[in-house]
Each structure stands twice: as C-alpha cells, then as structure tokens.
C-alpha cells in the first residue's frame, strides 16, 4: 500500500533492495531454499530497527524509529525480541521545547518516547561493527542477551533502518559508512546460519520529504509518517493471523 | 672522420615548454600587459554578473522552520521597562546611574544574573607599535583619568539544561542619562527579546546581553568588555584599572538596596566562548516606504564575518518578517550615465548568450547590474578602509562572527500600534536568529569568510574576485623581465660596437659589471623605501602638537615629507651619479626594480587585505607600466609619444594619494566642499584603528609614485 504514495526515488530504491535480496536468496542453492521455507515452522517474530544519525537536526530519524518500535511493539513483538539501535539523544537534548517528548506530527497527539522505550544500543554504540554484529551473530562472550538477536530458523525478522545515505552507503552517526555490499555480506551470512526464514528489509533515508513543526526541526519522513498512520489503525484484535 | 664530426656536432636542445612560454610572453611583454590589465578591469566590472545567490551552508541552522514565540505581553513589559526610563528627570546630574540601576532591577526580576563592568576610554595617540600589537595589550600601561569612565551593564541567562560552554551575544549600544527616542527602541527591543528567552525551554547557549555604554563611542565600550571578559584575573580583584580609581566603584555599588544586590555583583560575569554575536541599533530615517533592515558587516582589515550568519539575518528579515533589507551602496543618488551603458550592454550580451543556446543563463537585468555594481563598489571600499563599520568589528579581534543591524521604522511615529508592531517585529527577527545559531554545535566554519556583496542575497567568494587582481598583476613580473633583459641588452649592443673583439678581459669586466647594475637602481628603490616610512612616523611628531588644525597638520607634513627626501638626497649622495651613468638603459633597469618592488608590496597586502591591494593595483598598475621618460617624448613629437606624455601625466596625477582622496570626494560630495583638513582626517582616522592600509601607504603606494615621477622626469 505504501508503494502508491509518492513517488521518489527512495521508492525505487526500497524496491530494488527487496529485489536485491530476493535475487541473493535465490542465487543461493534454490533446493536447500525452498526446502527450508517448506519445512520448517514459522516460530517467532524479531524487529531490528536502527536510527544512523546524532544531532539535533536530525530529529526525524529518531521520530522515524520510534514511530516504528512503536508500532511493531504495539502490534505483538515483545520488548526481547526488539533490538532498537538509537542515538537517543533528542528527548533531553536542551534544543527540545517539549523535553522528554517526541513527536511525529505538529498536532503533538502522539508521544513516541513514552515511558518504556527500550533502547539495546544506545549513544555511540551505534556503529557498523555493531550492527554486522547483531546480524550475523558474532558477538564477545561478555555482550548480554538482551542486545543480541537470538533467531533461529523459523524467525520473520523485520530490519528498519534509517538515517542519511547516498549512492550505495548509509551513514552512521557522521563518522563511518555502510556500504551496501556490507549488507548484502551480513544477510548471506545470516542465510549460511539460517537465521532466518523471511527477513523484510525497511529503508527510509533522507531527502524525502520532510514535515516541520513547533518544534523547529523537521520532525518524521513521509514514508514512515504514513506507515505509522497506516498501522495505527490496526490493533492487535482485528489483524489477520 | 665524419662520424666523430658528427659526434661533436650536438644537436642544440629545444628548451622545455614552459621556458619556451616565459620566452614568448617576455618578448611580447607590451601586448601581453595591455591585455592583462583590460583583462583585469573588464573581470572586476562584470563581478557583479558573476555573483552567486546566497544560500544556507550549515544544515544546523534551519532558519525559520520554528514559529516565534514572541507576543504583545513581552511588548507590554517592554513598554513598562521604557516608560519608567522615560521618566527620568534627565536634568538630574546621575541620571545615568539611576537608569543603570532601573535597567538592572527589570534584569534582575527575570532572573538572569547582572553585573557592572567599568572601563576607562582610551587616549588617542598615534604609537607606531600599535599596528603590530594584539587587542589584548597595550591598554594596561596607558595612563588615564579617574575622572572619566563608562559602566557597561550586562545580564545574563544561563540555559536551564545546557552545559553553559557556549554562548550568544546581545549588545545594545545606550547613551545612559542621554539618549533619545530611538535609543529606548532598541533598548524594548531586546528586552523583550531577552524576557521571552528567560522562559523558554529550547536554550542550549547562555544568553549575555550588553547595554554598552556609548557615552566614549559604542566601538571602545564593546571593546573594552570584549578584553576583560577574554583576560581573566585570578587574583580575585577585578581588574587592575578598576582597583587603581577604588572610590568611585565603592560608592557607586553599595548604595544599591539590598533586594537588588542579591543578584547583582561587581565581578565579571562569564558565561564560556561566543558561539555568534549581534548588535542592535535602532535609527531614525524619515523617508522610507518600509521598515528597514541595514546590515554592517566588515570588521577591522576587511575581515568579514561568516556569510552564514549574514544569510540568517537576511532569510528572516526577508521570508518572515517581511523587512526590506540593504546594504551600503555608494552613489545611490548619482545618476552615472556610463554605468547604465554598460549594464545594458551586458544585457544585451546575456540575451544574446541565451538565444544562441539556452543554457547559457549569465545576463541579469541592467538595474540589477547598476544596483550591484555600486553595493560592490561600496563593499570593496569599507573592506579597504580597514576600519570597522560598526562595534561588532571589535567581536572580530576574538574571533567571532558578529553583525551590526540597524532597524529603522517606516514612519517615526506617536501611534502605539504603530510602534508596537515595528517592536514586534524587530524582537521576532532577532529571536529568530537567536534560536538559529542556538542549533549550532560548532562554531560557523562551513560558508565563506572571504567574500563581497553585491546585494543582501548575492555574494561574490574569493576564487571569483581574485581572478581580477591575479589578471592585473600578472603583467608586472613580466614586464619587469623583459626590460632588465632589454638594459642588459641595449648596454651590450651599444658597447660591441665600439670595442674590437679582441678586447675581451674589458668585455668579461664590462659583462660582470652590467649583470650587478640593477643593485644600484634596487639602492634607490631601497632608500625611497625608507624615506617613505619615515613619512608614515612623521605624524607621531605632528600629533605632540595638540592645538593645530587638521589642515596645518597636513601641510606640515607635506612639507617635512619633502623636506626629509631632499636632505636623503643630498646624504646618500644621489645614487643615480655613478661612474657609468646617465645611459640608455639605466630608467629601464629603475622601472624593473620598481615594478617588482610594486609586486611584491601587491602580493603581500592582498594576503592581509584583499581589497585594499585591489583598489592598489587599480591605481598603480597602469601608471607603472605605462611610465618612461617625458623628454625623449617631447622631443620625438610624434601623435603617439604625445599620447604618451599625455597619458603619463594624467595617470602620474590620478595616483598621488591626496589628489585620489580629493578627485573622489569632488565627483561624489561636488566640489565645493574640499578641504585639505580632510584628507588629515581621513588619515587620522586610519592610523587610529590601526588599519593596515595606512602602512600601504605608507610603504608601497607612496614611495612607488615617486619612483614613478622619477622616471618620468629621468634626464637622459
């Protein structure tokens, strides 16, 4: 439903990363591949959903994950099974006239920081190397549970990321890159471990078009702005199994 | 036989491209200098068709994209604030004190931390060293009177939940116990500003507002602030020239009451480094179809501020207050025929570009080039001066940016609303700056500090401007080389003719004495060199006499100035009598010095101020170039050596300093009003901010035109 909103170039791009993968999942031994979704069960859901981004003015990134923590939250996946890689610092930031709040929209109906939103990776430990290593699970023996994403074969994993990018690359936190053969490596490996069955990939970068406020930054992404309008909609009651 | 012939016979090498390049443009040096310099001048006239639009660099800032906060109720208390100054009974003899303390009292009561500071004027003398000193020195050696002082008042709001390293700067220049209507202004203007920014929740910098006391000028009282707040004393005693007149800051502080002195306290109050800095003037022009916004930007040798901050004023007075913003603009009343010619003809260019192929987008319209031509004209000479244009130049000395804006109302009116809505507006415009660079992390560093303007929303960078002044300098080293090659040259053809060439130990002595020639004409360059800075100390002496009158001061030193060249001259015995003088070639090897002396002393004023070495290459580019000897001229007798001659005199005349000062203000202020006092004063005011351009003067412009003069009156 999304797709038929606008029509920038992110679009094009979001489609052709899901392509992307579908292609990569497919050059791999299509038997072993459809063998897998075939027998095995779907088991349980997990969410990955990663802000790139710092700074004050890049507030809409943070609105962005949080519209989504909030939605996947809201709709069934448990706080274990979410990993939420933020910079969190907006909500206290001194810039912000309504501390500890923020907003996705100019009529301040929605509070998306709340009182228990649970942040695994937190400030500057939102890196590549931490991320690679959340995917592929390869983690240092002291790293808790609760910042490692324990999926087996049978998960459906949702990975949201958003933050400024350009031509193949995001960037995290105005001091590294992603390029998009890193991720391309993270999911063939999380393939080779069966980590696994679907695995949706969500990108929403910037220059989309932005939505200003009261609160003097520009404050969601129109791409997220209407998937959060779409899903708060649904409950958790009258969504089909 | 033949092989080893050949052997010997080495093929001669063809020289690198590069020198074969030098060789060629040596050899033509006249055509390529007569191309350079119209070259030159055409770039600098169509700067204007070059400059770019001005635009946001530091995504930070986002100017505009949060709604004002500022309502009628700030303006109310704003209000309140003015009518209790107002009524003062100006007549009483501290009614400056009691103003401060009133200001203070309303301060206080917002919360926000008061402090007094006290600073002594400084003297106006002329001290050479002054040119080579730092802002932070000098002042603490000076002897001064107790008697005169000026008190700043300065308040304070610490951000409720920033980490207090930064802060933004308010300074609004006051005459306390003597100001007028205007003044209050800007007084209510910022402290609604400053009431609204006590309550908000989005500060992440301290707030300091300055109520500079103007009485000694609004540059001195900002700068001496400026100065003690970056040289903290740790001694626990205020400072040292406060400590040195103890009784009157006593008596002054503790007949405070005591509600007031909770808050208030005679030491320094800090609050980290400046991240930007603004100062609010309000004037009273008549005549005006809308609130007005002027912008002052140039600080003490052409230094600029960050264009950003520039482009956030200009943003907001523009898209959201709806201001009509200018710039200072030279002959704005002049109706200068040749300048709208050649804007129309750079229409025409441009229309003509475009039709031939669409992209081509470089014309604008003629009254855009006219507008645009006299704001650069204007840009480039405040830039020259040296001088700042207002008391934001003294944030400069610091490092950090800081602008000058003067509102004035549409109509000096009685009407409330009137007023009101002017006082709302104002206080709008300057916390929409406030809350911009308050989003900074970091101090401006992303747009442009090299610049000039060609209207508030059009700039023109240094890899633009600099092409005109590389375009007229370039023929000089070039010109330079080819008539020492020519001297070299003359001497050796002349010569050969009379000596047989069995002569040759006379030769090789006769070679090894022209190679060192030019040591005697780089000995005269030298010597004028050092005459002309003696003229530049010649006004220490002249300024011990404190009763004559800027004109008889100027004459005087015209005459010592003269006085001194004639006594260098009969001392050093006149270089130009030598053992083998008076010959053909000799101005020319003096003209090659010159011209390299001329380069250098451009090169290295356009590293300290650009804009000054630009109009100095306009002046002494053409005369040096074009100089050699009247007599030969006048003897000769043909149309283009009396071209020559012509040309010569008048451009010999154009570039004597006094007569350029004096040509100009004739063409722009009419002619009736010249006085030589004038140009005393101009200089005055030079040396009293130490502006660089004095030294030029000084030392590059001045002794270059006598060298120049005297080619031209060469007997040979």
Redesign the interface.
């Known amino acids: 439903m999304w797709f038929k909103i606008y029509s920038n170039n992110m679009v094009v791009w979001l489609v052709l990363l899901l392509l992307g993968s579908s292609l990569l999942f497919s050059s791999i031994d299509s038997a072993s591949l459809s063998s897998s979704t075939d027998t095995t069960m779907h088991t349980n859901n997990w969410a990955v959903l990663v802000c790139t981004s710092r700074f004050w003015f890049n507030y809409r990134h943070m609105a962005n994950t949080l519209s989504l923590y909030r939605t996947v939250k809201r709709l069934g996946i448990p706080d274990e099974r979410i990993i939420l890689m933020l910079a969190d610092d907006m909500a206290c930031n001194p810039r912000n006239k309504y501390p500890a709040q923020v907003f996705n929209n100019e009529n301040h109906r929605l509070n998306l920081y709340g009182d228990n939103v649970e942040v695994d990776y937190r400030g500057y430990e939102v890196t590549v190397e931490n991320f690679m290593r959340v995917l592929t699970g390869r983690h240092e023996a002291a790293v808790p549970r609760s910042k490692r994403l324990l999926s087996d074969e049978g998960s459906h994993i949702l990975l949201y990321m958003t933050g400024h990018g350009g031509d193949e690359f995001l960037k995290f936190q105005d001091s590294e890159e992603l390029q998009s053969h890193d991720l391309a490596d993270a999911v063939k490996q999380m393939k080779e471990k069966r980590r696994f069955k679907e695995l949706l990939i969500m990108v929403d970068t910037c220059q989309a078009a932005t939505l200003f406020n009261q609160v003097g930054v520009s404050v969601v992404d129109r791409f997220t702005f209407y998937t959060l309008a779409f899903f708060e909609r649904l409950n958790i009651m009258t969504m089909p199994h | 036989m033949a092989k080893t012939e050949t052997e010997k016979e080495t093929p001669k090498m063809k020289p690198r491209p590069i020198v074969r390049l030098g060789i060629f443009l040596i050899s033509h040096s006249f055509l390529v200098s007569v191309v350079c310099c119209t070259a030159g001048v055409l770039a600098l006239l169509l700067l204007p068709v070059l400059a770019k639009n001005t635009y946001i660099s530091e ?2 800032l ?1 100017p505009g ?3 004002s906060l500022l309502s009628n109720h700030d303006i109310a208390e704003a209000n309140r604030l003015v009518n209790e100054l107002s009524s003062l009974n100006l007549e009483r003899k501290d009614a400056g004190i009691e103003s401060q303390k009133i200001l203070a009292r309303y301060m206080s009561d917002l919360g926000a931390e008061v402090s007094y500071h006290k600073f002594h004027p400084p003297q106006n003398h002329f001290h050479p060293l002054h040119f080579f000193s730092s802002p932070h020195s000098g002042i603490i050696g000076e002897n001064f009177s107790c008697s005169s002082y000026g008190v700043n008042t300065v308040g304070i709001i610490r ?5 207090g390293k930064e802060a933004i700067v308010l300074v609004t220049p006051y005459n306390f116990g003597r100001s007028d209507s205007s003044e209050t202004l800007s007084l209510s203007i910022a402290y609604s500003v400053f009431s609204l920014l006590s309550r ?5 910098k301290d707030i300091i507002w300055l109520i500079a006391d103007s009485q000694y000028g609004e540059h001195e009282s900002v700068a001496a602030w400026l100065r003690d707040y970056h040289t903290p004393s740790f001694t626990g005693l205020v400072s040292l020239n406060a400590d040195a007149c103890v009784e009157g800051n006593n008596l002054y502080i503790s007949k405070d009451n005591s509600v007031v002195q909770g808050k208030i306290s005679d030491g320094f109050g800090r609050a980290g480094t400046m991240a930007a800095a603004l100062v609010l003037k309000v004037t009273d022009r008549n005549g005006l179809w809308d609130d007005t916004l002027s912008i002052y930007a140039e600080a003490s040798n052409g230094q600029m501020p960050n264009l950003d901050l520039i482009n956030i004023v200009n943003y907001l007075a523009v898209h959201r207050q709806g201001l009509h913003v200018q710039i200072q603009k030279f002959w704005s009343d002049l109706d200068l025929k040749w300048l709208e010619f050649l804007g129309k003809t750079f229409e025409l260019l441009g229309k003509v570009a475009r039709s031939l192929n669409p992209n081509w987008k470089f014309g604008i319209p003629a009254s855009d080039y006219i507008e645009g031509t006299t704001t650069l004209a204007s840009s480039l000479y405040y830039q020259a001066l040296g001088i700042p244009t207002g008391p934001h130049g003294a944030f400069r000395d610091f490092q950090v940016d800081a602008i000058t804006l003067e509102i004035s109302p549409r109509v000096s009116s009685n009407n409330k609303a009137r007023r009101n809505e002017f006082l709302l507006r104002g206080g709008r415009l300057i916390e929409g700056v406030i ?1 911009s660079v ?2 900074l ?1 970091e101090k401006f560093h992303q747009s442009f500090f090299l610049y000039l303007l060609t209207s508030p929303s059009k700039f023109v960078s240094v890899g633009v401007y600099m092409i005109a002044f590389a375009l007229l300098v370039a023929p000089l080293p070039l010109v330079a080389a080819s008539l020492y090659a020519d001297a070299n040259e003359l001497d050796f053809g002349m010569k050969n003719d009379k000596y047989t060439p069995m002569d040759t130990a006379s030769n090789e002595i006769n070679i090894t004495f022209r190679s060192w020639k030019w040591l005697s004409a780089a000995k005269e360059v030298f010597v004028v060199h050092i005459w002309g800075v003696i003229v530049l100390l010649l006004p220490y002496f002249i300024c011990q006499m404190r009763d004559w009158s800027p004109t008889t001061s100027f004459v005087s030193w015209v005459f010592l100035a003269m006085l001194s060249l004639l006594i260098l001259y009969l001392i050093l015995g006149s270089p130009f009598s030598h053992g083998y003088s008076l010959e053909k070639g000799e101005w020319a090897m003096l003209k090659s010095v010159t011209i390299s002396a001329i380069f250098i002393g451009l090169l290295l004023m356009s590293v300290v101020n650009f804009a000054t070495a630009e109009i100095g290459a306009l002046l002494m580019v053409p005369m040096s170039l074009m100089a050699q000897p009247l007599k030969p001229d006048i003897r000769a007798a043909s149309l283009r050596s009396f071209f020559r001659v012509i040309c010569n005199l008048v451009l010999g005349f154009v570039a004597f300093p006094p007569v350029t000062f004096f040509m100009l203000k004739g063409i722009f202020e009419g002619p009736d009003c010249i006085n030589l006092g004038d140009f005393w004063n101009w200089l005055e005011s030079l040396w009293a901010w130490n502006s660089a351009t004095y030294i030029y003067i000084g030392m590059v412009h001045l002794p270059c035109w006598v060298l120049c003069i005297h080619i031209l009156l060469h007997s040979c």
Do not use: C, E, K, Q
């Open positions: 995504n930070a986002m994209s949060a709604s951000s409720p939940r920033g980490d908000v929740t989005w500060l992440a809350r308050n989003n992390l």
